[in-house]
């Protein structure tokens, strides 16, 4: 029957989506789950550097980042928070949809967080516009545009310029805009990924790829969706809140 | 098939339990707590958030220890990049320079 390392599974239950390396389908399905869980701690490693990054200098410039903090827009930073734990809770009504043979269930839940993906990334993109508008993306990141913010006078309420507390230099503003972009960005690389397997997600669901029985695929994306939701809940607080303590000035 | 499934109702209520996090936070951070304290509130929040959708969301909870050990590595890593890095600034000033 079988030689060597290779087991031919003969047996009548043997799953079509079985590999021939692994002997059952739950060992499959734990090898696969172990196999993201060790990702994720590589891309924990990849953005605790970034926040690493902020952390140095958040204490080091506290007055300029303040001020760069509260000029981002809390309203959508808030909206985009809610926008994310919503789409996680659809990620995990999706998981459980396959767990339980709703095909159907499963491909609206997954549709709903492609679509909360989306609105999050749209809401990312006005914010970026509005920066680029304002002259805040840092350095010549935009050639032709470099980082010139207007700051208010004291007194001039004007939303669109830069309100500096007592301390902030400009260039220190500057170094905020840099990570702000730097782990926004990369995140939103992430939730562009993730939208991409999302798709790929709902096209095998669609086709009845997965059941009870098989559907660790779905489970082990919703890992990496949750994780990109779970750096979202560390990055809003420390962008988008730190000085708002501070407000009032205006 | 030994995989536990979690009802949809727990779902919810980490739903709810998220969201309150979230308004809760955005409310603290107009208050002004002494010194440190309204980042010591932020990230507290922040991690049991964090917590909630990696033991429910994310089926931790109802994981094998090997997952724990893999997770508490991470932040064991973590901590190392931290301390170290932290601590390299934190004293920079503690010898004259050369």
Redesign the interface.
């Known amino acids: 029957m079988s030689e060597g390392l290779t087991t031919t599974h003969e047996e009548a239950e043997a799953h079509s989506a079985l590999q021939h390396h692994f002997e059952n389908?739950?060992q499959q399905?734990?090898a696969g789950?172990?196999g993201m869980?060790?990702f994720?701690?590589t891309e924990?490693?990849f953005f605790?550097?970034l926040f690493?990054a902020y952390?140095?200098y958040r204490y080091?410039y506290p007055a300029a980042f303040a001020s760069a903090s509260n000029h981002l827009d809390?309203r959508l930073g808030?909206i985009n928070?809610?926008v994310l734990?919503?789409s996680?809770?659809t990620?995990?009504?999706a998981v459980?949809g396959t767990?339980?043979g709703k095909q159907r269930s499963t491909v609206i839940c997954l549709i709903l967080t492609m679509i909360l993906g989306a609105t999050f990334l749209g809401i990312k993109a006005i914010e970026y516009h509005d920066k680029y508008r304002d002259n805040l993306i840092p350095g010549q990141l935009i050639p032709g545009h470099p980082f010139n913010p207007e700051v208010a006078k004291p007194g001039d309420t004007d939303e669109h310029k830069l309100h500096l507390v007592e301390g902030a230099t400009v260039r220190n503003v500057e170094l905020f805009y840099w990570i702000y972009f730097a782990m926004t960005g990369l995140h939103a690389l992430h939730m562009i990924i993730g939208l991409g397997i999302m798709i790929v997600l709902t096209i095998m669901t669609w086709r009845g790829r997965f059941g009870?029985?098989y559907h660790a695929p779905v489970?082990i994306s919703?890992?990496y969706w949750?994780?990109v939701?779970?750096i979202w809940?560390?990055l809003?607080?420390?962008l988008y809140?730190?000085g708002?303590?501070?407000?009032g000035h205006v | 098939m030994s995989e536990h499934i979690v009802q949809p109702r727990i779902y919810v209520v980490i739903f709810l339990a998220l969201m309150l996090g979230t308004g809760l936070t955005v409310f603290a951070a107009f208050h002004d707590f002494p010194g440190p304290l309204n980042a010591v509130v932020a990230l507290t929040i922040a991690v049991i958030k964090a917590t909630l959708v990696v033991l429910y969301f994310m089926h931790v909870r109802y994981s094998s220890r090997l997952i724990w050990l893999v997770i508490g590595s991470a932040l064991f890593w973590l901590a190392i990049m931290f301390a170290l890095t932290i601590s390299d600034y934190w004293k920079r000033t503690w010898l004259p320079p050369l």
């Open positions: 389908m739950e399905r734990e789950t172990l869980w060790v994720l701690v924990i490693m605790g550097a690493l952390t140095i080091q809390i808030a928070t809610a734990i919503v996680s809770f990620m995990a009504m459980y767990q339980v009870p029985e489970e919703g890992l949750h994780f939701d779970i809940i560390f809003f607080p420390l809140l730190l708002r303590h501070l407000e």
